[in-house]
């Protein structure tokens, strides 16, 4: 196999850059990134390198280090070096070193590739045109490390995203061996006399990719002896697979999903009718930061009372009535929650509002005309049309608070109850055509105050 024939149709054929593109090359001094880069100085293509020195290995991280820069120097081209703390910054963020180092490794690659950006500049004006972009960003990942991500992801349960593996572009950053195996790359690497370093941690089992490597992987070849080259043609075809399968959730998507501002409004009904529902609702919730273990616990809430919800890091989706609302966690909007007058008890994020309906002939309504119990609400049920709304309080509200004939702002009434900043972001209230019934768990509103009048009673308890 002609290594650097293959490495440049593979380019052309992904599409992964132009001969003019300026490219970083992640190195890390290994034979893998050292094969790459003299494949791509042999396509005279305009390069630097750069090389992350993450402190792991004690003095062979810094003749690493070391090497990179011989190997720049062999090359004539730029290198940049950045040193990293990876086991404090794995400690603080509570990951494994591999992630760790993952995590900063492209975070600091993509900071490199806007840093060394420079603008075609015309007439003292910055533009940007298809001949002048951000440098690409090239890492050696080969097919064999296809195949373990594969494996990897298979086994961790990524779903058919995962069984695409490695991309050869994602964004800036470009995988142009992926095409070549460990063996063709050892080859190469021979048939040019290259010199590369020997990093004596992928021999150790303890990481999860090594394991794959060197026991899981020569395992199924001693009972499939052509699983590589089997497990590479999977992966293109998963990829295909993978294009028809996005193509369809976007359909779906566009018939199921409503956008309201940065809400999104999915009718219950509609979507327990669609099928597969598991994997639907996997790929709407999975943008927004959940799991695919709280899939199911998000098709429970279809059929779940108004007001539950499931949180991930950063959305709730809520069961409001017929819909499922997906929201930011830090807007007050994903907390609005219509009551119907069939509704018996409300969860929300404070606790539980309960219903009863009770009649006077049980109730003497002159003993609870200025009721000051906070927990609950008793109200002439003849002056209340539903739906009712229960939302987070916001500036501008006011009422008429029990006992008094004057409006009051909600904001002036907390001052008045003492309440701190954090006490008034968790309040509540309940509101009918715009008018506020109950501060909940603070005071109903003097028009919907039970009388002598009073024929029928809506008695709402928090608890």
Not at 165 to 183: E, N, S
Not at 321 to 328: E, F, K, T, V
Request: hydrophobic fraction near 40%.
């Amino acid at each position: 196999m002609d290594l650097a024939k293959e490495f440049l149709c593979f380019i052309k054929k992904e599409n992964l850059f132009q001969s003019k593109d300026k490219l970083i090359i992640g190195v890390s001094g290994g034979i893998d990134s050292v094969v790459l880069c003299e494949l791509c100085n042999q396509a005279h293509f305009n390069f630097s390198i750069a090389h992350c020195n993450f402190k792991l290995r004690g003095e062979e991280s810094e003749r690493d280090e070391l090497f990179v820069r011989s190997l720049s120097e062999k090359y004539k081209v730029e290198v940049f070096i950045k040193s990293f703390e990876t086991e404090i910054f794995a400690k603080e963020n509570k990951v494994s070193i591999q992630v760790a180092a993952r995590d900063l490794r492209y975070k600091w690659f993509k900071e490199l590739s806007l840093q060394t950006f420079i603008p075609q500049t015309t007439n003292n004006k910055q533009q940007i045109t298809n001949n002048h972009q951000r440098p690409y960003i090239l890492t050696a990942h080969h097919a064999n490390d296809n195949i373990e991500t594969l494996l990897m992801n298979f086994f961790r349960g990524t779903g058919i995203n995962g069984l695409r593996a490695i991309l050869p572009k994602k964004d800036i950053i470009i995988r142009p061996l992926l095409f070549a195996t460990k063996q063709e790359i050892l080859n190469f690497a021979g048939e040019n006399n290259l010199s590369f370093v020997e990093d004596s941690s992928n021999t150790s089992d303890k990481y999860t990719r090594n394991y794959f490597r060197n026991q899981i992987i020569p395992s199924i070849e001693k009972v499939y002896p052509k699983v590589e080259g089997n497990l590479r043609n999977n992966i293109y075809r998963f990829k295909e697979i993978d294009m028809l399968y996005q193509q369809s959730i976007i359909n779906l998507k566009k018939k199921l999903i409503e956008h309201k501002g940065d809400e999104i409004h999915i009718p219950v009904l509609k979507l327990l009718k669609s099928k597969p529902l598991f994997t639907i609702v996997y790929e709407i919730i999975n943008e927004f930061n959940f799991t695919s273990h709280q899939t199911d616990d998000v098709i429970n809430l279809l059929t779940a009372e108004t007001g539950k919800y499931v949180q991930s890091s950063t959305h709730r989706i809520l069961k409001n009535r017929n819909w499922l609302i997906i929201a930011p966690n830090n807007t007050s909007l994903a907390q609005n929650i219509l009551m119907e007058e069939t509704d018996n008890i409300i969860e929300f994020a404070n606790g539980k509002l309960k219903f009863d309906k009770l009649s006077t002939i049980s109730y003497q309504p002159d003993s609870y005309r200025v009721s000051t119990e906070n927990i609950v609400a008793w109200l002439d049920a003849e002056e209340i049309k539903f739906p009712l709304l229960l939302r987070k309080w916001k500036t501008g509200d006011y009422f008429y608070p029990l006992g008094m004939q004057k409006k009051k702002k909600l904001n002036r009434f907390f001052i008045d109850q003492k309440l701190s900043a954090p006490e008034k972001e968790n309040v509540w209230v309940v509101e009918m055509n715009k008018k506020i019934l109950w501060v909940v768990g603070k005071r109903i509103d003097d028009r919907f105050k039970i009388t002598l009048k009073t024929k029928n009673i809506l008695r709402i308890s928090l608890c």
